[in-house]
Each structure stands twice: as structure tokens, then as C-alpha cells.
């Protein structure tokens, strides 16, 4: 559990804060002592436990500090940058800033940057970076341009991963956000683009970090009042190229979209955030710790007073401005576990009892006492799905390792083992995840999509479909049976690809065809069909089975999937029987979707579809093959079925035409060729008349 204990006011001089509040507070070389720089002319030395402060230096009258007061930690030095070039350097003994060291800089800076275990670091606002040593080595030096115009640097944080330096900043530019890794021991810089997602228009209020071994985890919080996250790997595979990040929904609606004093965002440690902003719109301004790896509010605190928007922590202090001063919340934190996150954690236990285990085991969740009522268990497992989701995507974002088929495999397997046992456990993101890392195969994890059956799961059902090149035929055919049972207003709700579908609309051919309804595609007509006549026993007009014939009859979502069955191997032995299972008026729908798909196909010279990776003539042609051979008997025995099948009887009529002619053409050519063979030249002129029919 987290707690927030009780506030106290560190100083009651009204500090000189902006209408942005305060330029910064940082820890100085005392960790009860913090540097705090007000937004004009003056930087304070607080001592916490004592709320008293100990020192205060301030630049001349004309003077404006422009960049937040630093410790260097190696000399135990203070510096600070006013009117953005002008760097003075200090001590306790020293009184006047106006009479410290000085160095005027050639460009403006951004921010000074300084962590335990390294020199300080000057950010430029146009992006460069310097150590402090070599920067007044030659203050004068030329700074080089690192982002481009009207790119604007917005945060920035300082780390040391590995006993190295790492330096990160995000920009932003007409609305597009930008990320720099700077990496000190190899002094390589890397640029990420950050993808915002489904809300493009969406701005940036706050932006927070940690980091462990492998990730940078960027945590911001949204214009919209939701906090994501983007994972940023310490090692890029490609550094020389931009490369682009996606963020994902961390915590969403944790605070107001309007909040009017700003919203502030800062990492506590790996598991648990602190937000300061309002959570409703009408409601007074909070401090709030959520704990991201449950996704559960740990505690709050009502702010009456207002604060600046700004939120500052280090060790086991939060500061902010709450009114006009300066204050300081406690927070204390525990290790987090499941029984912390809901509250179920005891500190006091009698002599003898059962010790609750501070981690919860999973794979057991039964066995850990907690008594949960539904609605809790509920929340357990949507908590741990979300946990195990961004385990398995920093897992991912990594470079593959020699043992990555084997953690792929293993990781879906124990998935697959708890989904059985709880069935109300379904990770289907991680799921997905899984699978789209093409090492994955049926026979390796068959529960995969038995499971997804059982769901109805069509978007991952389709996924396999397309990622397996082994699924059994009796598995492809219980997909082709929920693809087209599953109605439509299902299907809308449902997020599958599309990449296999084209525009259905064609009014162009619409027009012709309704012209020249007595044309049939390839160059043949109704006349040279001997059934002609079985049009004479329809009641509609050519006219209509035409604009019948041109209209999809499903939705494109549908369509999507069945042309996922239509990729899938299979073999007809095994797949027949099959087959033989699926209900008429669903065989119907499917054969209506293969005829409109062919006619679509003849449109075209080149007898192709439209579009990414669509279903081949050869496909449509076999899958109508295979449902007529095992329904005819069934189908041939529905009225509404009629039409369908006396246009698939000319549909293939006229492909039998197709071929007719084309063998003719090819048994002239080979004739032609076994001539130019035999023939005897030498050197005499000849003329040879060949007559094709």
C-alpha cells in the first residue's frame, strides 16, 4: 500500500512563483537539503527536517534566473543560468552571486542536468549537449544545431544505467512529439517518433520516466486526462535511423480534461505514480499515487488551495506549491503486491498466524487466502492481464535471442494452462502479441485456438489463419462456421484486417453492365449458353440478377475473415466432411460471396482482385468446387438457392470455354514450335502459311 502522510509547509516567505510556479527543486549534495529556484531572481537552500532555510542568493535587480539551481555533486557546488546564457558557479561561503565565477555561453540552455556518480550536463535548447568540465574548458565553443526549426524541447530527465549517463528529452513540433537518447559511454544519439495513437489531436500536459536495465519506460499524461505509456530500449538495434515508438493506455480518466491549473505527472518508483490535477471536472484539485502494475488508486489527498501544476520527488517527499507556499507531503510505499493493491495486506497479525507471502503466485491465485468477493476477482484478473501484457511487450521490444522460439513457446503455453483453468482469464492482447512474432504453429499450441473458438474470438481466429501453416481442416472449418454465424452487429464491434478487401463499390460497371445486360465477362454471351433458357424460369429481370450479382452479400468485415479461410491450406480428403457439417443457409451466404468474388475477377484482363494479399481465382474457384460437392444435394433443395445455382452452372460454362479456347491456342503454338524445330535451314528463303482455328 502507498500513503500519503501529513503535509507540512517548508516555507512561509512568499516565494516570487510565476503563473507557471517555480522554475525547479533539486536535491543538492545533503539528501535533507534542496535547492529551490523560484521564476525571478533568487534560489533558496532548504533544510526539510528543520522546514527552516539555510541559505538564499539572488541575482542583480535587471537579472532573471532562466534555467533551475543545481548541485554538482562531484564539487558540491551550486550552478545556475540567468538571462539563458550566463552561468554562475557557487558555494555555501559564498554570499553574492554577482561576485562568483562567471561564464558566458555562445548558445542559450535548456536545462542543467546533474545525478549522483557524474559531472552535470548542459542541455542547449537547440538540442546539444555538453559536460560541464569541457563547457568551461571554452565557454565560447560553437554549439551545433541538433533539432530542427520550430522543434521545441519540452522535458527532459537524466539517468545512469549500467554506471553510464543517459540523457533523454522529448520535443515537440506542430503538434508531433519527438524523443532523443543520448548515450554517454558510446556517444551515440537516437531519435524516436512518437506515435500518439488513436488521438492524433491529443496534446501533452506532463511527461515522467524510470528506468530499469533494458527500457526507458516514458510515462505522459494527455490533453484527454489519460496516462500512457511508451517503452524506449536502452540499447536501439538501429541508431542511425528515426525510428517510431507506440504509446499505449496506461491508466485512463485519472484526472480532468479541463483542469485549470495544469496537471503535473512524476514516477515514485516502478510500480506507483503520483498525479496532481483535478479527477472531475468540478471537483477541487488532487494529489493522487496509482499503482500501475494493479492499475488501482492507492490514496488521495484534497488540495483546497490550488497549486501550480507542478509536482517535484525525490527520496520519500513530494513537493508542490499548494496556495502560495512551498509544501511537503511524506509518502510512504511498500512493496508491491497483490494483496496491496486491494487493500488485503495486514500489518498486524496475532502471534502464530498464517504469514501472507508478500508476491502472489499466479499460477495458484486460489491458494492465496485473500477470500476475494466476484467483483475483486474480477479485478485481480484484469490486473494481472495488464501486468503480463506489458511484461510480455518489453519482451518483445528487445532483440531477438537465441532462446526467443523457446520463451514464445513456453510463455503461450502457461497462458494457455491458466485460461483453462480460470476461465475467465483470457489475455487476448498478449495473445496477439504472441502470435504476430511468426514462431508460433497449431501443432505447437493447439489449445490456442480452441480457446479462441470457445471465445468467439473472430480477430484472433482470423490472426492464426493467417499466421499457421498447419491448422487441421476440422479447425479451419469450425472458423468458416462462426465467420458465418457471427452477426453483423457483432462483427461492427469487432476490430479484424482488412488488408485482403477492396472497394465493393463500382458504379462504373454498374452502368455497362446495365447497358449491356445481354454480355456475360470473357467475351461470351448468353446466346452460346445452352441454358439460356433458365432464365425464362426466373421472375426477375436480367437487369436485376445484375445488380445483384455486382453487390457483396456480407459486410466487409465478414468478408474479410472468410477470405482468411480462403488463404488456408487444407486438403480436400480431410476438409469434405467437414463440411458436409455447416448449415445450408450459411453454405448459400458463402457460395453468393465466391460468385460475386469471381465476377469481380473477371472484370479485370488479368482475372486478379484488387487490393493486399486478396483471395486468387483459382481459390474462388476451388472453395465453390468444395461446397458444391459437399451440399449439392442439400442445396439444390432450397428455393432461394435457385438463382445462385444456375448462375454458378454458367459461371462455369463459361470457364470451360475459357479453357477450351486457350488449349486450342496452346496445342497451335506447340505445333508451331515442333516445326520451327524439325525444319531444315539452309539458308534458303521459304515462305510457310500456318492457319490457326
Partial sequence: MAALEEEFTLSSVVLSAGPEGLLGVEQSDKTDQFLVTDSGRTVILYKVSDQKPLGSWSVKQGQIITCPAVCNFQTREYIVVHDNKVLRIWNNEDVNLDKVFKATLSAEVYRILSVQGTEPLVLFKEGAVRGLEALLADPQQKIETVISDEEVIKWTKFFIVFRHPVLIFITEKHGNYFAYVQMFNSRILTKYTLLLGQDENSVIESFTASVDRKFISLMSLSSDG?????????????????????????????????????????????????????PQAASKECLSVWNIKFQTLQTSKELPQGTSGQLWYYGENLFMLHGKSLTVIPYKCEVSSLAGALGKLKHGQDPGAHVMPRFVNWETPQGCGLGFQNSEQSRRIEDSEKHIEVEVRKFLALKQTPDFHTVIGDTVTGLLER?????????????????????????????????ALIKKDVQLLQLCLQQFPDIPESVTCACLKIFLSIGDDSLQETDVSME??????????????????????????????????????????????????????????????????????????????????????????????????????????????????????????????????????????MPEAKRLLINLYKLVKSQISVYSELNKIEVSFRELQKLNQEKNNRGLYSIEVLELF
Fill in 226 to 278: 489519460c496516462i500512457y505509456e511508451t517503452l524506449i530500449p536502452i540499447r536501439p538495434t538501429d541508431p542511425e535511423k528515426n525510428q517510431t515508438l507506440v504509446r499505449s493506455l496506461l491508466l485512463k480518466a485519472v484526472v480532468s480534461g479541463n483542469t485549470r491549473n495544469g496537471v503535473a505527472l512524476t514516477a515514485l518508483d516502478q510500480d506507483h505514480i503520483a498525479v496532481l490535477g483535478s
Fill in 419 to 451: 485460461c483453462k483453468a480460470e476461465p475467465s482469464f483470457y489475455p487476448r492482447n498478449c495473445l496477439m502479441q504472441l502470435i504476430q512474432t511468426h514462431v508460433l504453429s497449431y501443432s505447437l499450441c493447439p489449445d490456442l485456438m480452441e480457446i
Fill in 500 to 637: 485482403s478487401v477492396f472497394d465493393y463499390s463500382n458504379s462504373v460497371h454498374d452502368e455497362k453492365m446495365e447497358e449491356q445486360t445481354e454480355i456475360l465477362q470473357n467475351g461470351f454471351s448468353p446466346e452460346e449458353d445452352k441454358c439460356s433458357n433458365c432464365d425464362q424460369e426466373l421472375n426477375k429481370k436480367p437487369q436485376d440478377e445484375t445488380k445483384e450479382s455486382t453487390s457483396c452479400p456480407v459486410v466487409p468485415k465478414r468478408a474479410a475473415l472468410l477470405n482468411a479461410i480462403l488463404h488456408s491450406a487444407y486438403s480436400e480428403t480431410f476438409l469434405l466432411p467437414h463440411l458436409k457439417d455447416i448449415p445450408a443457409q450459411h453454405i448459400t451466404l458463402f457460395l453468393k460471396y465466391l460468385y460475386f468474388l469471381y465476377l469481380k475477377c473477371s472484370e479485370n484482363a488479368t482475372m486478379t482482385l484488387p487490393g493486399i494479399h486478396p483471395p486468387t481465382l483459382n481459390q474462388i474457384m476451388d472453395w465453390i468446387c468444395l461446397l458444391l460437392d459437399a451440399n449439392f444435394t442439400v442445396v439444390v433443395m
